[in-house]
């Protein structure tokens, strides 16, 4: 059974500072692996989906890549702004919404 | 159409009571998903329609938990006798059969008191 873990689960930065939020899925069996923001009480909004045959996906200030043979997913995020708090969640897709595996999230919170 | 429409957005009720959700997908996706997400925790499946057949549903959906889609494109998802560990944020999703990005809306919060 795919296990999505996220470190840390929360994360303070200063306003500028660049940031990478991690991810790691157990099962590299997976068809795409994808980030999604969600701020607090709303719904999930998609950043980045990484098909299995790619190795990066790039999204103006985000940058999200994918390590299968390591189980590894890592989302950066270069000159943090406060617009960017919320919780990133990750998902391995092992073939259909109906077999995403998600995350518990990083909470990131950008100071101004 | 501008994306998967959810309501109520929030729903505070009684334990034991009955309650319904909607969820209004993007017109021309056939492919509908309901995601159960807990605080601090990621969505969990529950279940998901192809057209209006159900072809999937999780261990997470009790015999208190049904769903339905009757025309192919709304879905509701009724709980009956409802308990305080129901209370969660309810996600619906929708996408294309063969395309592999689906499309969340913004969800109902259901708070059980």
């Known amino acids: 059974k795919q296990e999505v873990t996220q470190i840390p689960a929360a994360l303070s930065v200063p306003e500028g500072e660049n940031l990478v939020l991690n991810c790691s899925f157990t099962d590299s069996a997976i068809y795409n692996l994808q980030w999604f923001r969600q701020d607090p009480g709303k719904g999930l909004t998609s950043l980045l989906l990484i098909q299995s045959s790619q190795r990066e996906q790039t999204s103006g200030r985000l940058n999200a890549s994918l390590d299968k043979s390591s189980g590894r997913s890592t989302l950066y995020i270069a000159a943090s702004q406060p617009g960017d708090s919320a919780t990133y969640l990750c998902a391995g897709n092992s073939g259909g919404y109906q077999k995403v595996t998600f995350g518990t999230g990083t909470k990131l919170q950008v100071i101004p | 159409d501008t994306g998967v429409s959810q309501n109520p957005r929030h729903k505070i009720t009684k334990r034991g009571q009955n309650v319904t959700f909607r969820c209004d997908p993007i017109s021309e996706h056939n492919r509908l998903y309901w995601y159960r997400q807990t605080l601090g925790q990621g969505p969990e499946f529950l279940t998901y329609f192809q057209n209006e057949a159900q072809l999937e549903k999780s261990r997470l959906l009790s015999d208190r938990f049904s769903a339905e889609r009757p025309k192919g494109s709304f879905s509701t998802l009724e709980i009956q006798r409802t308990e305080q560990g129901d209370s969660a944020m309810y996600l619906c999703?929708?996408?294309?059969?063969?395309?592999?990005?689906?499309?969340f809306g913004q969800g109902t919060r259901l708070t059980v008191v």
């Open positions: 999703a929708s996408s294309l059969v063969g395309v592999t990005e689906a499309f």
